[in-house]
């Protein structure tokens, strides 16, 4: 006799957060496909006291089309009487009535605090059940171990032990937004905006934005001024005034205090900054409350991307755990998911608010994770760059020449501000060298402005948020410009290091740089670059600035294209996306919105995998009852296939739909370099480039000698697994590249193309003979979309 099915339940609780359904979708699916029975519990906790309706079954077909709604529609709510062991007693006595083998549970600090709480009971729950009769023994023994995970679920990011939380993201981008929007006409009437975030014990919402849009003051609950916040405030709005800015962005957390623990709010600071008194900044003021917008609207692809492989990650948990596992949650650190410890997190989460409480700002800032203390560095960096205190002696002080390589990519501008901040506050020279090496090999003593020019930082300091590359950027490599040329010019305008921003082009440029070093001494300057492009296909580093634009343009226009469908019904689009011969976008878009099938390079498409397709379509539309409107889609990179292009994709299936259902291909095309960039882009480029700077400025000037023999000295920085690394270019060249098809040699992302089809309920289909992903499972319980 087989073995009765595990039950696998799934509960989003406490404030909701966009990617709570894509958590949701996820764990529901993935356990359907573990072969296991899905059930979500409705409202929160609530649910789980109440029981009857609220533990509901779920099948395949009742998540499709989750990943794109925003909040939790399996609801949540605040539920008093799981504070109480009563209620949670009878939570207990639900969960082993329903027969659920194992929870995972979505929510903040408060739910998984109740998880916890609820995991150490258990034993003496169900004890108490049994003593007072309301369970046998036989019905709870096969339950003794309560096989729980917690998923974190909020828009505050204010769990210790995880670099992101489901929804932050989000959040972060509505707030960004609006931000914008609010710069836009604060800049027109020269006016100052308090603008007030979410955020009671935890500022990274508001630290973020701050550093995201470049606002001019931050005040966040765990590290306070030290001196007279009224003091310090006045000083750098008024040093910012004096260099011209025309607007003044303060951003308030909502539980921000000053060092003595009393509460900032937003009025003061109006107040402050609209004071006409003698000496006052008597600014024109407004205050704006974020509120509950901060909440609202779709998960950004990040959060997608979070949610549905964490979700999938907590499947995988429960069904590996033993009743000697310690409860874990799931956690993201830097680029990789991983499973820690519940207790400790909750435990750690609560003693930052507790050292907020007491006053010791040091250990809540400790406590938080090490992305959070870079990124208050960098906006320290960002905001205080006129001021002389970190200021380096003459001697040490270097001229950094800035390029940009490639097409444009999303944080481009973020990034060059922020390195050149860094520039001026160490008292170094940061020069802009305008539109690659073409433009420095080709006009650099063009009359009046060559393209060799210092930076102005009134100009900079305004392109936090901006799209594109100010200082222009060219595909040319430094040996298509003539390499003797740019050694010389190098040797010519006296650049002591050289800070590369691009993609692939960019790559190469670094290492013909780093190869003509023997034959050129001028060369051997300190050089690193950091990666952005939206391809993602930089050797050295799992992330590229820009790719996060690229995926939420993506998910945002597939989203509308599947949305589209929904008046005619029965249609498939194969939309064509970009990333040269990777196929990182397509497979992440993939993710994000639930695709039917994802086509890469690094797999190829045959005539038997589209056969196998167009026969899986032609099976789901047969067995569509119609209760999901909206079409379907296929990703296709752009170099996925010689032959096999969206538009003929597009054509076979439709022929072979014959009228059963349509088909169109549709491509996005430069839309997907973005407009604004996200505000991961900018933030990473914010953090990631003064790392940059603090790299090439520890060669120390002049130091060439040295500098040559220090593999680091030509190095690409990155995010490798849960770590922010330089890599040497010579290893990465001769080691880590794929050199004829212009990408890294292992590509880390690879696994989740299998994630994608699990998810969309793709059959096993044949693989083209030269796939790099042979490595697709080979089981048959696969779900059917
Ligand atoms: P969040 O999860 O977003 O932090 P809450 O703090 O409101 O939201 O928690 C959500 C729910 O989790 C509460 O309504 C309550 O049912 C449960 N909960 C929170 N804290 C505890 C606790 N200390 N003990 C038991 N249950 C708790």
Request: hydrophobic residues 40%; charged residues 25%; neutral net charge.
């Amino acid at each position: 006799m087989e073995a009765p099915k595990k039950k696998i339940a799934v509960m989003t609780s406490g404030g909701d957060s966009p990617g709570m359904n894509g958590v949701v979708r996820a764990v529901v699916r993935m356990a359907i496909h573990m072969g296991c029975d899905a059930f979500a519990i409705y409202e929160g906790y609530e649910g789980l006291v109440r029981g009857g309706e609220c533990i509901k079954k779920m099948e395949w077909s009742d998540v499709r089309g989750w990943l794109s709604e925003g909040g939790t529609l399996i609801g949540t709510a605040r539920c008093m009487a799981f504070y109480e062991r009563p209620g949670r007693l009878t939570a207990a006595k639900n969960l082993v009535l329903n027969g659920i083998d194992a929870l995972i549970i979505c929510g903040g600090d408060g739910s998984l605090t109740g998880a916890d709480k609820f995991r150490d009971e258990w034993p003496s729950l169900l004890a108490e059940l049994v003593s007072t009769g309301q369970l046998t023994q036989n019905q709870v023994d096969p339950y003794k171990h309560l096989n729980l995970v917690g998923l974190v679920g909020s828009i505050d990011n204010d769990l210790s032990g995880t670099d992101a939380t489901i929804g932050c993201y989000s959040a972060l981008a509505r707030i960004c937004e609006m931000v914008d929007y609010i710069e836009a006409t604060a800049s027109s009437h020269s006016r100052a905006f308090v603008i007030e975030v979410m955020g009671r014990h935890c500022g990274w919402l508001a630290l973020l934005a701050g550093v995201a849009t470049g606002a001019d003051f931050v005040f966040i609950p765990e590290r306070p001024i030290d001196h007279d916040w009224k003091e310090d405030m006045c000083t750098v709005v008024k040093r910012h005034r004096n260099i011209g800015k025309r607007k003044t962005i303060v951003i308030v957390a909502e539980g921000a205090r000053d060092k003595n623990g009393t509460k900032i709010t937003p009025e003061e600071v109006k107040d402050l900054l609209a004071d006409k008194s003698d000496g006052g900044l008597a600014l024109d003021t407004r205050i704006t409350t974020l509120g509950h917008v901060q909440r609202g609207g779709t998960a950004v692809a990040y959060d997608r991307m979070l949610a549905t492989l964490q979700g999938v990650e907590a499947v995988k948990a429960v069904l590996e755990a033993t009743p000697e596992t310690e409860t874990c949650f799931i956690a993201i650190n830097e680029n990789k998911i991983v499973r820690k410890p519940l207790m400790k997190a909750v435990a750690e989460t609560k003693s930052v608010s507790k050292a907020v409480d007491e006053k010791d700002f040091d250990k809540a800032m400790s406590l938080r994770d090490t992305e959070f203390s870079d990124q208050y560095k960098s906006y320290l960096t960002t905001t205080n760059v006129m001021v002389d205190d970190r200021k380096l002696s003459q001697e040490k002080r270097m001229r950094v020449g800035f390029i940009n390589v490639g097409a444009p990519a999303g944080g481009m501008n973020a990034a060059v501000r922020a390195a050149v901040a860094y520039c001026i506050s160490r008292g170094h020279e940061p020069i802009a060298i305008h539109n690659g090496f073409a433009g420095f090999a080709r006009h650099h003593d063009d009359k009046p402005v060559g393209s060799v020019r210092p930076f102005d930082w009134l100009e900079t300091d305004s392109w936090a948020s901006k799209g594109g590359s100010e200082i222009g950027t060219n595909r040319e490599l430094p040996s298509e410009s003539g390499m003797e040329l740019i050694a010389n010019l190098i040797a010519q305008y006296k650049f002591d290091a050289l800070f590369i921003i691009g993609g692939f082009e960019a790559f190469h440029s670094l290492s013909e740089l780093r190869k003509a070093r023997e034959q050129y001494p001028s060369l051997c300057i300190p050089m690193t670059l950091l990666p952005a492009t939206i391809s993602n296909n930089v050797p050295g580093t799992e992330y590229s600035l820009g790719s996060d634009t690229c995926l939420n343009e993506l998910v945002q226009y597939c989203d509308k294209i599947k949305q589209s469908a929904s008046a005619t019904r029965r249609r498939v689009f194969v939309i064509e996306t970009q990333g040269g011969r990777s196929g990182y976008v397509a497979t992440l878009s993939g993710l994000g919105v639930g695709a039917s099938a994802v086509y890469i390079p690094e797999e190829g498409i045959s005539l038997e995998m589209l056969n196998a397709d167009v026969n899986h379509l032609k099976d789901v539309f047969r067995k569509d009852t119609g209760q999901s409107r909206a079409g379907r889609l296929i990703l296709v990179n752009e170099k996925a296939s010689k032959v096999y292009h969206a538009k003929l994709i597009a054509d076979i299936i439709r022929e072979e739909a014959h009228d059963r259902f349509e088909s169109r291909e549709s491509i996005p095309g430069h839309v997907q370099q973005g407009g604004v960039p996200s505000p991961m882009d900018r933030c990473r480029a914010v953090r990631l480039a003064i790392k940059c700077m603090e790299h090439l400025e520890s060669f120390g000037k002049g130091n060439l000698s040295a500098a040559k023999d220090d593999p680091l000295s030509a190095s690409v920085i990155g995010i490798q697994g849960s770590d922010v690394v330089f890599s040497p270019m010579k290893a990465l060249e001769e080691q880590g590249t794929d050199w004829p098809n212009r990408r890294p040699k292992a590509a880390a992302w690879l696994h989740i193309r299998e994630i994608v089809d699990i998810l969309g309920g793709r059959p096993n289909v044949p693989k083209p003979e030269k796939s790099l992903t042979g490595l697709i499972a080979k089981d048959t319980k696969r779900g059917i979309v």
